[in-house]
């Protein structure tokens, strides 16, 4: 196997060829996963961990209904990468202060100068003023392509080919910038030496001379596991806070990220996917993680298990008697799903329909359809501080939301009203279960 993206494509392949799941599959799918994570030199302890907590979820419950048990396997496989690169929410990106100065490091044509253009893009869209210091004195062509850079996006620089001092370079640019009034300094440096303890001695000087506010290492996605190692030898010189991954655009899946990830402790932030300066994005542990498994046809499954996830929560608050507007939302969501209410009710025996809806025409039901789409509409231009506490409605509230769902305060009205009427059923029911639990505990 060539590396972590081969073998854990390979992997989901196996899963999903398999009829289903027994003993020995689930035996020799970890045994995979973990081979293919240990290959990518990825951690032992944290490969066992991970096995470990994999094997535990799927044995403790049983998939849920609508689910094979092979889908499933895949989903816990799937959200626990997703938890190791950094969670579902989009990396954070933030300036604690001002100015705030990156390091940025990394080897030789990993792309680290034209990952800084691409942040002092990003930053500069967001309204930051960015400067730039390049510190490169061994790569001919390094000041002109920073000093190319940085005309481009009409932002201040500093470069002096004349120099052979890195720190000396770095430090002058800091002053500058401070004049200069900017929100980001980013520093690029040097990516290869006379060898690999020359660069990390100067690494170490300018980390030591400017204390950056954080270290960004870029990364090649095409590097494969060879991306490990650098980053953890970056990262025994200097901190590494941050990641940047250059050359997604490339048909490589990023297996050796996901080890650099692992072995510095450190998150991407951000990811580079062409050559110019707009082809960066912030990091999406989600869509990365669907890449390196080569599942894009999982999207499906894993939208399934959300709303069967979401399904299951609304029925836990019914069951532990909390009804607010937003469960009202979540079943009238469910039911809308389900097909026409016609279709609905025929499903349905009548002794469960309360009385007035036994006897409902096809033009009844069409305006009770309407209703139910009008009401969905007003719930969706609800705050959710509102629909879990609806009794905030007042009448500014009231005029927003129907602006905003094309409805009639009259409209959100009804709803209220509905609510209402639904709430204190829920909370009868509610008692007399409790009356039916007393009086069979007697
Ligand atoms: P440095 O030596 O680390 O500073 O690397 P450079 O910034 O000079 O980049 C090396 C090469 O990689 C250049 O040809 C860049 O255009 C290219 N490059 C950088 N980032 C990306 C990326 O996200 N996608 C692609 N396709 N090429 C990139």
Redesign the pocket.
Known sequence: MKDLTDSLSKLVDKIRGASHIDEETLKEVLKDLQRALLKADVDVKLVYELTKSIEEEYRKEEPPSGISSKDYLLYLIYNKLISIMGGETEAKVELTKRPYVILLV?T????????AGKMAYWFSRKGYRVGLIETDTV?PGAHD?LRQLAEKLNIPFHVDPNSKDAVDIALKGLEKMRKEKVDLIIIDTA?RHRNEEELMKEIKEIYNAVTPDEVVL?IDSTMGKQAAAQAEAFNRNVPINSIFL?????TSRGGGALASVVRTGAKIKFV????YLE?VELFNAKKFVQRLLGMGNLEELMERMKSIEEEDQVLMELSEGKFNMLTFMKQLESMTKLGPLSKLLQMLPMTMLPAPMRSLNDDQLEDAQIRMRRWLAVMRSMTREELMDPSVLDASRIKRIALGSGTTPKDVRELIRQYELMKKMVGELKRSQRRLGRFIKQ
């Open positions: 990394g030789e044509g990993s792309g680290k100068t034209t990952s790569r392509q990516g870029v250059t050359k997604m655009d490339s580079g996917s062409g050559e082809d």
